[in-house]
Structures are given as C-alpha cells and as structure tokens.
C-alpha cells in the first residue's frame, strides 16, 4: 500500500492533483471538460484507474444501476438498490500504487431526475473513499456537470466542492453576483 510521503520532508506532495483533491474529500466538481480531461490524463499518468460514466440517460435508478454495474465490472449478485451499491463499491478493485477513480459526465442530468439519489450516491462515494484511505488506497470521483451552478449538501460530514482550477465561479465563467 502507498502512502503520501510525508509533506513536510517532500514539499512537491501538496501539489499532487490527488493529494489537492482528497484534502477537500473524495469528490471534486467540475464544469469546463478540458479542466476534467487534463486531469483524467494526470491520474492515469500516476497509475490511476479510470472508470468513466455517463449520466445523461439516466432518468431513473435502474439506469444508474445497470450502468455502475457494467462499468465497474459488478458482480452478478448486484442488484438495483442502494445497500448492493455500497457493499459493491466497498469492494471495488481499488489498486495500492496510483488508486481509482470514477469519473461521473453530465452528473446534473441525474441529479435533477433523481437528487435524493444522486447526493445519496456521492455520499456513498465519500464515505467509502475515506474506508480505503484507512487501508493506503485512493479512491476519488469527478463529477463533471454541464450546470456551473450546481450544488450539493455536504457529503461525509464534508461540502461537495469544485476543483482547484475552477474554484471561483468566474473559473467556471460566471460574473460574480449572478
């Protein structure tokens, strides 16, 4: 299992991608798909696995089930609930060099067709990311979405916020006070 080095003795560790991500928790917004694609090359570069999902079609729970399942290589005992989600996401294949991430495209489609379920998810996601943490694994979720304003609830005891690059919202090309 690999651990961050210890940043006081190695000062390049802060400005990981992984390492800026994670102090904020598991997931990271994102808006502008170039800032997203950069940063999916970074994590493989550093010997992440990727898993990408779309959730532009998905309008119901079964439809982000049976995507989550054939994405990331469930087992057949899955079923469409949120308790086989959590287990099976407890056991996702999450190597110790580099780690795993799920990368969510058009995440506000699904959350404005399901919101209690797409915040249950990424709580799910959080709370299970910092369980493999405990263990030297990294687990992340990029959640990119087409809506530069949208939010969620706090996941994990944490906020759900955007990434770095995007932070303030004229990142994200917004005018401040709109």
Known sequence: ?????RP??????RE???WRLLE???IALYYKSTVLTQDIAWF???????????AVAWTAPAAF?????????????????????I???????????????????HYDAFARA??????????????????????????????????PRIRFERVGALPVTWNPREWLDADRGLRSGG
């Not at 010997?47 to 990408?52: R, S």
């Not at 287990?87 to 580099?98: F, K, Q, T, Y």
């Not at 915040?119 to 694994?137: A, C, K, P």
Request: charge should be negative; hydrophobic fraction near 40%; glycine fraction near 6%.
């Open 16 to 18: 990981r991608l992984d």
């Open 87 to 105: 287990d099976c996401l407890a056991e996702l294949n999450v190597p110790d060099e580099g780690g795993a991430v799920l990368v969510f495209r």
């Open 24 to 26: 904020r928790g598991a």
């Open 44 to 54: 493989r570069q550093h010997g992440y696995t990727i898993h990408e999902l779309d």
């Open 114 to 147: 399901e919101p209690q379920l797409a915040q249950t998810i990424l709580d799910s996601i959080e709370t299970t990311s910092r369980r493999f943490l405990m263990t030297g694994r990294r687990l992340l979720a990029l959640v990119q979405s087409d809506d």
């Open 1 to 5: 299992m690999i651990f961050f080095k």
């Open 65 to 85: 089930h049976a995507d989550a399942k054939r994405v990331l290589d469930f087992p057949a005992h899955y079923t469409a609930n949120l308790a086989s989600w």
């Open 8 to 13: 006081n003795k190695q000062p390049g560790e």
